[in-house]
């Protein structure tokens, strides 16, 4: 009989998880911090996170509820008291923000409920954040009020394309979020969560001095779980996949790591895996796109299409925290979109500039993201995307790169006009992006002692030179692979290798792909 813990997929109550015996990751100890610490903090972090269930256990601890956590750190070894306390939980994901009208009428209909809850009326105040201040003050008769708010954004990330009706959102939130100000005499604690930080809610300033935490070293394992965590809770999980697979371990856990792990939320170097990922994945005991699958936010990918030059520098792309941080409704910067909802995370940081750079966390986001964007700017179909791309990877495992070269220009020739950059770089971008779906081992900006090469994609057992030309000929980009000689450091590979010179014509609102290769006599 099994006696595993159940998998606790799509679930965020953390009361339904111990009394149902489900697994917890136990992050009790990074939480006792939390609250022993301060009082009033935001924390973000992508969707589908572990937010929600940060939450609920935050509610949970508040409330008392000390048997629930009698096996978990913080019941065994903090030495916390469990004073219990009113709270207000307000979850905006349930909340209607589809009008600003709704959106009004949602928040109050939830704060009258609260208040019904223990025994209290707000109806008759005359707006959503009259009711919100009368039940504070109502509740602190029964001892200090913790606040828990649920993806306080939402109601603005979910309207994010619609400027005007985000901007309106954001003002009956500013007005919502600013009466807390007031309160800060009948607040314990504080804790707001969500993607994004919009400064212009008013939530992040004044008197109750809202800390963000995001970024802070201590909380980097807080959401999402650690290499530790991964082989501590799920080791039964793995072993289960890796016999039915009849491999070992840590083949599972590689290929977990390539997939899923790779988040970094702050300065220090602690990397996470994607927690929804990570469930499905032993779950279902196979790889899939679960995160990005579930809902990947189409107006990142319209942003992109509207700007194409960014795809130059998507990826090892740096910047600082101020960055990171915040944006508006009014400016939708696409590297802080890009970073906030865990389509890329920090790579590295370097204190003397105090600059974060960025990349993609993993494979899932990197080819998920990458087959994405190519089919929206070739506008192709995801399925024709993925079948280019697995008749292009034949023919490099096969060494034919005339068909190679014919599946790229079919490609290439459905970028609309309107799209077209004419700019080598842009064109080598793309290029970048389809050769990251190969599956290859594949090297942008290869410095060499004369010179730089384009790309150097590597299979098995054949080594492929790119040099690319924009409005140029073919045969200039080949002739500067064989005048420099970029091949001579890659002789040792043991690989045959091969000379590809590769233009870009745009002319007649039209590009043209024309190539030239040569397999090297070594």
Not at 199 to 217: C, E, M, R, W, Y
Not at 258 to 274: E, I, L, P
Request: with cysteine; charged share 25%; glycine share 4%.
């Amino acid at each position: 009989m099994d006696q595993r813990k159940k998998l606790a997929v799509d679930l965020s109550s953390f009361a339904t998880m111990i009394g149902e015996d489900y697994l917890y990751v136990d992050k009790t100890k990074i939480i006792h911090e939390v609250i022993t610490a301060g009082r009033c903090y935001f924390f973000a972090r992508p969707r589908r996170f572990g937010k929600s269930l940060l939450v609920s256990t935050l509610k949970e601890i508040f409330l008392g509820n000390k048997k629930l956590f009698e096996n978990l750190w913080i019941g065994k070894k903090s030495g916390y008291e469990w004073p219990v306390h009113p709270i207000i939980h307000i979850d905006f994901l349930k909340i209607d923000s589809s009008s600003p009208k709704s959106l009004e009428t949602g928040i109050s209909w939830v704060i009258e409920n609260i208040a019904l809850s223990y025994g209290f009326d707000v109806a008759l105040a005359p707006s959503p954040a009259a009711k919100f201040e009368k039940l504070v003050q109502l509740l602190s008769n029964r001892g200090k009020v913790v606040i828990l708010i649920d993806e306080y954004d939402y109601p603005i990330i979910k309207n994010i394309l619609d400027s005007s009706l985000a901007a309106k959102n954001r003002e009956i939130l500013r007005s919502f979020y600013g009466c807390i100000k007031g309160l800060d005499d009948y607040i314990r604690f504080l804790f707001l969560t969500g993607v994004s930080k919009f400064s212009k809610t008013s939530i992040f300033s004044g008197v109750n001095n809202l800390n963000d935490i995001s970024l802070d070293p201590y909380v980097a394992s807080l959401a999402g779980y650690t290499e530790d965590e991964m082989n501590f809770y799920f080791s039964p999980y793995i072993d289960t996949i890796a016999k039915k697979r009849g491999c070992s371990q840590e083949i599972i856990l590689n290929e977990m790591r390539t997939w899923y792990d790779g988040y970094r939320f702050s300065k220090a170097n602690v990397k996470v895996f994607n927690p929804f990922s990570v469930l499905y994945y032993l779950h279902k005991q196979e790889r899939a796109n679960y995160w990005f699958e579930s809902g990947t936010p189409t107006f990142l990918l319209d942003l992109i299409k509207k700007n194409p030059q960014l795809l130059e520098n998507i990826d090892h792309i740096v910047a600082s925290e101020s960055t990171l941080r915040t944006f508006e409704v009014e400016t939708l910067p696409l590297v802080t979109l890009l970073y906030q909802t865990g389509y890329l995370t920090i790579e590295d940081y370097y204190p003397e500039d105090e600059m974060y750079k960025l990349t993609y966390p993993n494979e899932e986001v990197r080819r998920s993201i990458n087959t994405h964007l190519i089919g929206m700017l070739l506008h192709s179909e995801k399925s024709g995307v993925e079948t280019a791309i697995f008749q292009m990877r034949r023919a490099l495992h096969e060494k034919n790169i005339d068909a190679f070269c014919a599946v790229l220009k079919v490609l290439f020739a459905n970028i609309p006009y309107s799209l077209h950059i004419e700019k080598e770089a842009y064109y080598h971008s793309i290029f970048q992006l389809i050769g990251s779906l190969l599956g290859f081992d594949i090297q942008s900006e290869v410095l060499t002692s004369v010179g730089r090469i384009d790309v150097v994609l590597q299979t098995l057992k054949y080594l492929y030179i790119f040099e690319f030309k924009f409005n140029k000929t073919a045969q200039e980009a080949f002739s500067q692979i064989k005048d420099r000689r970029y091949y001579e450091k890659y002789l040792n590979v043991g690989k045959e290798i091969f000379l590809i010179g590769m233009t870009f014509d745009f002319k007649d609102k039209k590009l043209e792909i024309e190539s030239i290769w040569e397999a090297l006599n070594q």
